[in-house]
């Protein structure tokens, strides 16, 4: 078996393989989108513009919570197998 950090640094998988969307998730992304989508029809041009920015500003924020949750558990995780690569078996 290949080492899963080689796996990733040619680029024979991708993080978004490891992770697959729950159906759950599936659901509630389409609902997400129907819902947007109806109404971004009934608005009008301003308000489509400020809807659109509230979107990207929601989707950024989004972005960067996901980055900071997975780099803390990436850590912890690190820190875990530090441990338990350090403890002596009597």
Not at 47 to 70: M, R
Not at 79 to 88: L, V, W
């Amino acid at each position: 078996m290949n080492s899963i950090i080689d796996e990733l640094f040619y680029e024979n998988i991708s993080p978004s393989e490891l992770f697959p969307w729950s159906k759950e998730h599936k659901k509630l992304s389409a609902e997400y989108v129907e819902t947007t989508d109806r109404l971004r029809k009934i608005l009008g041009h301003r308000q489509l513009k400020l809807f659109e920015t509230v979107i990207q500003q929601a989707l950024d924020l989004t972005c960067c919570e996901t980055q900071s949750y997975f780099h803390v558990g990436f850590c912890l995780g690190a820190r875990f197998m530090q441990e338990i690569m350090e403890f002596e078996i009597p």
